[in-house]
Every structure is written in structure tokens, then in C-alpha cells.
């Protein structure tokens, strides 16, 4: 099972309050474990422009200065991450997540953002969520996460608190018939 490229929706009851009502893009997924951001939550009184300030970054384009920072896990709480569209590809690295995104984590992507040069759709994260060899699919059976196809819709468009719900929709689930318990049979 690959999940790369896929959303994670956090169930009710997971047991982890960093994750109630979360939704995650996994960057990656293998044998080796799993590399996912947190799509919808804020990071507090954090904004790109306070980022780019500290890091000494020359702003050019003050729209893009004004972005907002999500948390995007607990794992490296200080280390900046962007989610982007496929358009952008930095001149250092980034990570090409079919199907058709990309993720960067060098400075030079803020430095193009802030020249109004970055990517067309972008979402900046401080942090990630990782797993190690086989957690997640743990996790998943243990009824912890459901499953869903990421689209520009939901990643890019979507306000914050509207993810959960609008990513639960896209299997048919309405929240409300969510129980915090899971059972086998």
C-alpha cells in the first residue's frame, strides 16, 4: 500500500489532540514509513511575513508576506515546509508528490514567495507528522485515519475549519455519524 499523494482524515477519538479534526497530505509513504503535513491548523500569531522578517528576507510582494503559517505536525516544530502546486520547482530541491504537487523545505522557496516568484497554489507549514515502518497502516486499521484522494479544491481552497468536513464529504461520511469508538466484528 502506497498512500503518497493521499489525504489522511483524523477520526474522532484518535488520542492524540495534535490531530483531532486533522487533515493531512502524505508527502510520503514506503516500507520505510510515512511523511505527512497538517493541512488545517493554524500555527498561532504566526504569519509569513513575521517568518521572513526573522529569517532576514527582503519582501517584494507584501500579498504574499501576508500568508498565513499552518502547524503542519508535531516533528520539527521549527523547520518550514510549503506544499505546492506542480508549477514550482526549486533551484536547490524539491519533492514532486504525484499526483501533481510538490513539497519544498529549502529557504529559496521563501525567498521566491516573497518576491512574488513562488508557486500558484502554496500552503507554508512549521512542522510535520511522521511514522515509522508500518505505524501508519497500524494506525489505519486501529480506525484512526480514513483515506481520501487529495485535490486542489480541498488542499489550496478549502478555509481551514471547513477541511475536515468537506474531506469526510468526499467518501460520503457526514461527521455527524462519526463515533469516537472503534469495534471489530
Known sequence: MNLTGKLLIAMPGIGDPRF????LFLCSHSD????GLILNKPAPDV???NLLEQLEIPVEDEESAALPIRYGGPVEPQRGFVLHSEDYASSVNSLSVPPGYGMTATLDVLEDIAQGEGPDKLLIMLGYAGWGPGQLEEEIVANGWLTTDASDALIFETPDAEKWGEALATLGVDPITLSATSGSA
Open 20 to 23: 483531532e479534526h486533522s487533515v
Open 47 to 49: 504569519q509569513l511575513d
Open 32 to 35: 520505510e514509513g510515512a511523511m
